[in-house]
């Protein structure tokens, strides 16, 4: 990745190629609403950047059903996961959750609402360069305790993204909890970001999901799994483990099951280990800083689903341009409709499947 190619490579390949998506948008669209039960069909259309799609009465960023129209934009929090910041606070009830290493054994979450929102969501911390390609295609809002000025104003200028970070709201927007320790002791308030902005429509669908677990890709076409590990380094080192009486996957931490206050272990119907290279293009960012090229870029993911583990590439053009998951052989890669996990590591990180 190169930032001189922000205005130029970057942004001409994504006009001359709008045409070009907005076909295969269609297309997919067509197939996936045929309604012939085929296994496999998608629920919703694969996401495009060309703007929503209706999702016929599922959750866009779920694919589950859902009563209401959820006409809301989605928010994300930024939130710490070294041990001194367990337990998090509303992470239980995110549709989409990110995993990014900052610095050596250091990783921090980017945890999308949209279908729930939770009271208080936390501790909040600081925004990372990476922030605005894997959270730009939502065109929400962002919830942080800002950054150093140069990724602040990289996320500005190239993230469709409204910041409401905490030196940019009115005091109360966001809690300090004083029984939890500084810097983790900041927590966001999704209601009350809601009522700041002026973003008000919902995000296009981040995945394509299958009608079910059976039919979703890994279940179909992948080999049995029961645990997954990403070694991030030290006590952010991850294991997901199958749990058959649930059908879902629950995360450890190295030193401790990943805990939410006065709740349960997290769990998630899908986890996406994806990995990437480093970018090494941001000249301020210090040498301990971690940053993952996922942008005009592409790579290997492995998706967890059921029992199962299906190998597959992700590939991504401009900032605020969705992810597109394939397998292998260049298929969509369909999910099961639920929460999901997305675990983003280093190509240098060991993964370990058993």
């Given at each position: 990745?190169?930032?001189?190619?922000?205005?130029?490579?970057?942004?001409?390949?994504?006009?001359?190629?709008?045409?070009?998506?907005?076909?295969?948008?269609?297309?997919?669209?067509?197939?996936?609403?045929?309604?012939?039960?085929?296994?496999?069909?998608?629920?919703?259309?694969?996401?495009?950047?060309?703007?929503?799609?209706?999702?016929?009465?599922?959750?866009?960023?779920?694919g589950l059903p859902t009563a209401g129209a959820l006409n809301r934009p989605a928010i994300t929090v930024k939130v710490s996961n070294t041990p001194d910041a367990h337990p998090q606070r509303g992470i239980g009830e995110a549709d989409i959750v990110f995993v990014e290493p900052i610095t050596g054994g250091t990783t921090r979450l980017a945890a999308i609402f949209h279908s729930k929102l939770p009271a208080q969501v936390g501790p909040v911390r600081s925004l990372r360069p990476m922030d605005a390609a894997l959270i730009g295609p939502t065109k929400g809002i962002i919830a942080d305790t800002m950054a150093d000025r140069?990724?602040?104003?990289?996320?500005?200028?190239?993230?469709?993204?409204?910041?409401?970070?905490?030196?940019?709201?009115?005091?109360?927007?966001?809690?300090?909890?004083?029984?939890?320790?500084?810097?983790?002791?900041?927590?966001?308030?999704?209601?009350?970001?809601?009522?700041?902005?002026?973003?008000?429509?919902?995000?296009?669908?981040?995945?394509?999901?299958?009608?079910?677990?059976?039919?979703?890709?890994?279940?179909?076409?992948?080999?049995?799994?029961?645990?997954?590990?990403?070694?991030?380094?030290?006590?952010?080192?991850?294991?997901?483990?199958?749990?058959?009486?649930?059908?879902?996957?629950?995360?450890?931490?190295?030193?401790?099951?990943?805990?939410?206050?006065?709740?349960?272990?997290?769990?998630?119907?899908?986890?996406?280990?994806?990995?990437?290279?480093?970018?090494?293009?941001?000249?301020?960012?210090?040498?301990?800083?971690?940053?993952?090229?996922?942008?005009?870029?592409?790579?290997?993911?492995?998706?967890?689903?059921?029992?199962?583990?299906?190998?597959?590439?992700?590939?991504?053009?401009?900032?605020?341009?969705?992810?597109?998951?394939?397998?292998?052989?260049?298929?969509?890669?369909?999910?099961?409709?639920?929460?999901?996990?997305?675990?983003?590591?280093?190509?240098?990180?060991?993964?370990?499947?058993?």
């Open positions: 990745m190169r930032i001189g190619q922000w205005f130029t490579g970057r942004r001409g390949r994504l006009v001359s190629g709008g045409v070009l998506v907005a076909l295969i948008a269609a297309v997919v669209g067509f197939v996936a609403w045929r309604g012939d039960g085929e296994p496999g069909t998608p629920v919703a259309p694969a996401p495009t950047s060309e703007g929503p799609a209706s999702t016929g009465g599922r959750a866009p960023l779920t140069w990724v602040m104003e990289y996320v500005d200028r190239v993230a469709d993204l409204d910041d409401l970070g905490t030196l940019r709201v009115p005091a109360g927007t966001y809690r300090l909890d004083d029984t939890r320790r500084a810097p983790n002791h900041v927590f966001a308030r999704p209601d009350k970001l809601l009522e700041l902005s002026d973003r008000k429509a919902a995000p296009t669908p981040y995945f394509a999901y299958s009608a079910n677990q059976e039919q979703s890709t890994a279940q179909r076409t992948g080999e049995r799994a029961s645990s997954v590990t990403i070694g991030y380094g030290g006590a952010a080192t991850a294991t997901w483990t199958y749990n058959q009486g649930s059908h879902r996957w629950a995360r450890a931490e190295k030193w401790s099951q990943h805990l939410i206050e006065n709740g349960p272990q997290v769990t998630a119907d899908n986890v996406v280990v994806l990995t990437a290279n480093r970018d090494t293009s941001f000249p301020k960012a210090k040498p301990t800083m971690t940053i993952l090229d996922v942008f005009d870029a592409s790579g290997t993911l492995r998706l967890f689903t059921g029992d199962k583990v299906v190998a597959g590439r992700w590939s991504k053009g401009a900032v605020n341009e969705l992810f597109r998951f394939t397998t292998t052989d260049g298929e969509p890669l369909l999910l099961t409709p639920g929460t999901t996990w997305v675990e983003c590591a280093l190509t240098s990180m060991a993964i370990q499947t058993r």
